[in-house]
């Protein structure tokens, strides 16, 4: 960390804000909802203020306010929206549509807890809930990388090759309302790393052939290939582009540490204590930043553990994953989010992409502090012993395992199911 | 202050409108400000805040390691009360051994050791902030102005930050106009601390 003078201490929200002055926005459109009022508060200042030269819509509900932003980006605007949990829900339909209309909008989730019962506080579902509407998807630990992945996600879904919207995650409460040290960096340097967006009119460059356009509907006619013609070609290039955006991602990371600095990982994961790892913590953003001094507690302990703290979540790096673990005998997953009836997401998601290895580790998936339950080092530490032996009897449970529960002291006598 | 991880956690206790917040992003500002913390997180408690009612704020400020840890601060190694009325056997029990406590008290570290019945080793210090500011009539929308004031007495008490960087710390997040008052007020305040080495 270099001196005192270069750096501010601000919340995580107030670290988005600043990057959409830096990315010079051109129309912000957003509804308030806790924990993410504060972004657009902060651009509200920025543009009274003379600081920002952009149009805030104000809208009557999330679904107005992305709706709004996909017709400004269909101008070929730079826009911006931001939102958390019910908001991003009443959102769902207008999210498929922007990327129907391959616009690279940025939205940032501070992602919390959903209803019911009732909870502002953080958790993982929401952001989990919206991955198959066809967005990029990324998250973060601290609010420098809030600031520093919102330029990039600019640069990411912008680029002629990809045209995706893109998610850029952070924890409601613990990023959104903490503050932290955040090294804002000088307009005429993000300028350069930043250009102008150009907008996609050459359908050429994304896989689409003419007379299919995005954002016009095509007409609704019965032909010989369907009576939606293209929407199945159209819906194939929109996946093809995402797969391939994962390279755009590590270039437009890499080219951001070159020029300011500042890097997270690969671009795609980032690791801590992992070089001669055998067993892994595999996490994203609040679970992962805590789960560093789980690590640290461990290999005291002589535990040859790393954390594996995945930055991309759409597209999921699978290649990059199977490589990673290749050796490894054990990984834990720690999930702030649950796909019900079946097990964490994060978990599942890793399973699969590890299916079709060599070598297939053990692995043991937790659910952890939804709605905000804290997340305690010492719990976190028991459920990594309790995933060593099991891992060492190779036995599965089939039940999911939640870490944290407070069962006996909220008197929820429920009895377990057999 | 020998946290195996050298961070030292720091939590506020108030009640809504005392200005608890504000008082945890001062304490960071100075920190980071003093030269002798290289990184520092401040938060709230994650709740919805009501006037009056008893709310929390933290700090975490650390001389060497980045902050990691995101977790809620149960035992902190000071404890800063600006209002008596809300203090609990729990809050002085769960301040580590060596820790502080910081009070805003018309009683004396000896009293407030004995009226509470402390045993753990702590430093405690007192300022009778409310008699600070009824003298001076200090009140904003009739709630008496502790937050800056204590922050003083904290000087006094925690010799890593200095009131030097703790004025420049108020003027920083407060603005000049402002910040040029509440800095007087915490300078003001910082001589009449009280202090009781364990």
């Known amino acids: 960390m270099t001196s005192v003078e270069e750096y501010q201490i601000m919340t995580g929200n107030h670290a988005a804000a600043n990057a959409c002055k830096g990315a010079r926005v051109q129309v912000v459109a957003a509804y308030p909802i806790t924990p993410q009022s504060p972004v657009v508060e902060k651009i509200s200042f920025f543009i009274e203020n003379g600081e920002l030269n952009a149009r805030m819509v104000r809208v009557e509900s999330e679904q107005s306010a992305l709706t709004a932003c996909v017709a400004a980006s269909a101008t070929g605007v730079r826009v911006y929206t931001a939102t958390s949990s019910h908001g991003l829900l009443l959102m769902y339909e207008i999210l498929c549509w922007a990327a129907g209309n391959r616009l690279p909008i940025v939205m940032n989730i501070a992602m919390r807890s959903v209803g019911a019962p009732w909870s502002v506080w953080t958790d993982h579902q929401d952001a989990f809930t919206v991955r ?27 680029d002629p090759s990809v045209y995706v919207p893109t998610f850029v995650n952070y924890d409601g409460y613990i990023l959104s309302h903490t503050s932290m040290l955040v090294k804002l960096e000088p307009q005429k340097k993000i300028d350069e790393f930043l250009p102008p967006l150009k907008h996609h009119l050459n359908l050429g460059d994304m896989n689409i052939v003419k007379g299919v356009c995005p954002v016009t509907t095509p007409h609704i006619v019965k032909r010989e290939e369907g009576t939606a013609p293209g929407y199945y070609e159209f819906r194939y290039s929109l996946q093809r582009s995402i797969e391939h955006s994962i390279n755009k991602v590590k270039e437009v990371h890499d080219l951001f540490a070159e020029k300011f600095g500042r890097s997270y990982g690969n671009g795609i994961y980032k690791t801590y204590r992992a070089e001669d790892a055998e067993m892994y913590i595999f996490a994203v953003g609040s679970v992962a930043s805590e789960s560093r001094l789980v690590i640290d507690k461990l290999r005291e ?22 490589e990673l673990f290749k050796d490894a005998k054990l990984i834990v997953v720690f999930d702030r989010d649950i796909g019900y009836g079946y097990e964490g997401i994060l978990c599942y998601e890793l399973k699969s992409a590890l299916y079709q290895s060599k070598n297939r580790p053990f692995i043991k998936g937790y659910i952890v502090g939804l709605g905000g339950r804290d997340i305690i080092t010492s719990d976190l530490i028991e459920g990594v012993y309790r995933a060593i032996n099991l891992g060492k009897k190779n036995e599965y449970s089939e039940q999911t395992e939640f870490i944290g529960l407070k069962l006996d002291e909220l008197d929820f006598l429920q009895k377990e199911v057999k | 202050m020998s946290d195996v991880e050298e961070i030292t956690e720091i939590a506020i206790f108030g009640r809504g409108g005392q200005g608890c917040v504000l008082a945890s992003q001062i304490i960071v500002e100075a920190a980071y400000l003093s030269g002798n913390y290289k990184d520092v997180v401040a938060f709230p408690s994650f709740g919805a805040e009501r006037r009056g009612a008893p709310v929390q704020a933290f700090a975490r400020i650390s001389k060497n390691k980045k902050i990691w840890t995101r977790a809620q601060i149960q035992r902190p190694d000071i404890a800063i009360v600006l209002d008596e009325t809300v203090i609990t056997p729990d809050i002085i029990k769960n301040i580590k051994e060596n820790g502080i406590l910081i009070i805003n008290s018309e009683k004396t570290p000896e009293e407030l050791k004995n009226y509470y019945n402390i045993t753990n080793n702590i430093k405690i210090a007192s300022a009778n902030i409310n008699k600070f500011c009824i003298e001076r009539d200090l009140y904003l929308e009739d709630i008496p102005i502790v937050n800056t004031p204590i922050l003083g007495v904290l000087t006094k008490a925690l010799d890593s930050i200095d009131l030097e960087s703790m004025i420049k710390a108020i003027i920083k997040v407060m603005g000049i106009k402002k910040g040029e008052f509440n800095s007087s007020l915490a300078e003001e305040a910082a001589k009449l601390t009280m202090l009781l080495n364990f």
């Open chain 1, 132 to 158: 198959d509407t066809g967005w990029i998807q990324m998250f973060c630990e601290d609010n420098q990388e809030i600031y520093d992945t919102n330029l990039q996600a600019y640069r990411i879904a912008e």
């Open chain 1, 301 to 322: 302990k002589g535990i040859k553990i790393g954390l594996i703290s995945l930055k991309l979540f759409r597209p999921f790096p699978t290649k990059y994953l199977r």
